[in-house]
């Protein structure tokens, strides 16, 4: 895995409606779908456009439905050691949902709710394959652009991230009654990975925003096709634009994309 550890490696769709899901984004974004392992059970697909893959739909089995899972966004983070990780994470108040597991081909595994609850996976690859899924460096439209931390509590979530992660706060940008968004980066690397900011009474989450060409053609199809907007189209710094909505299937999803007009 020769990412760093601290790296955002992989994002995931958990759907309760797969097919659904993967109807939806194929025109949203622009992804082409293909099975991971055909011959598998476990419906598990991989999504691209038109290069390295940008992440993964899995298709909740029914007993994870019917013990409340809802269809929602998860990252991955890539680590040096899974089990030593969790171990940091859970000592600093995080709770295990899966516990480190071995999958054969693919690496070891865990899902955790960080300490103020936002879910999130940890994972070391079995592949020396480098992820390219977080388009940091560089960016790439249908890929990851950013991870958006929405939290209860701002200062003791990046005392723990920066911790088990070895980030660091990079920038501010105060939002007035809002609170401070504080960027984040991952050194040895000198762009952002994403940022912190306080919630506003929601419960903790992670947003991830992928990359669109025409951020108001985005904004017509969610409405069209049976989304929600929740947030925007919002200039940011730098002229682009983000808006926040929730899908059909009642997952947030974050887009990133200039404004065509």
């Known amino acids: 895995m020769p990412n760093h550890h601290g790296d955002f490696i ?93 999958m054969p081909g693919v690496g070891r595994m865990a899902m955790l709710h960080d300490p103020q609850g936002a879910p999130i ?6 592949s020396d394959e480098e992820s390219q899924a977080f388009a940091q460096d560089a960016p790439r439209e249908g890929h990851c652009a950013w991870n958006e931390l929405r939290t209860s509590d701002p200062a003791a979530a990046l005392e723990v991230y920066g911790s088990c992660f070895g980030w660091e706060k990079a920038d501010s940008m105060d939002m007035g009654p809002a609170g401070s968004y504080d960027m984040l980066r991952n050194p040895p690397h000198t762009s952002f990975l994403g940022a912190v900011m306080p919630s506003g009474g929601a419960p903790s989450m992670w947003l991830f925003y992928f990359r669109v060409a025409d951020i108001d053609e985005a904004e017509r199809y969610i409405v069209q096709n049976g989304g929600e907007m929740l947030m925007g189209p919002q200039e940011i710094p730098g002229g682009e634009f983000i808006l926040n909505a929730r899908d059909p299937q009642g997952a947030i999803l974050a887009l990133i994309g200039k404004r065509s007009g």
């Open 121 to 126: 996976y940890l994972m070391r690859g079995a």
């Open 10 to 102: 992989w994002y995931e769709l958990m759907s309760r409606e797969p097919d659904a899901s993967e109807a939806f984004y194929a025109g949203l974004l622009g992804w082409t779908f293909a099975a991971a392992d055909p011959a598998g059970e476990m419906d598990y697909r991989l999504f691209s456009k038109g290069g390295p893959e940008a992440g993964g739909l899995n298709g909740l089995p029914a007993e994870a439905c019917d013990a409340g899972a809802q269809t929602m966004w998860v990252g991955y983070i890539g680590v040096d050691d899974v089990d030593a990780t969790a171990q940091e994470m859970t000592g600093r108040g995080g709770r295990v949902i899966m516990p480190p597991t071995t």
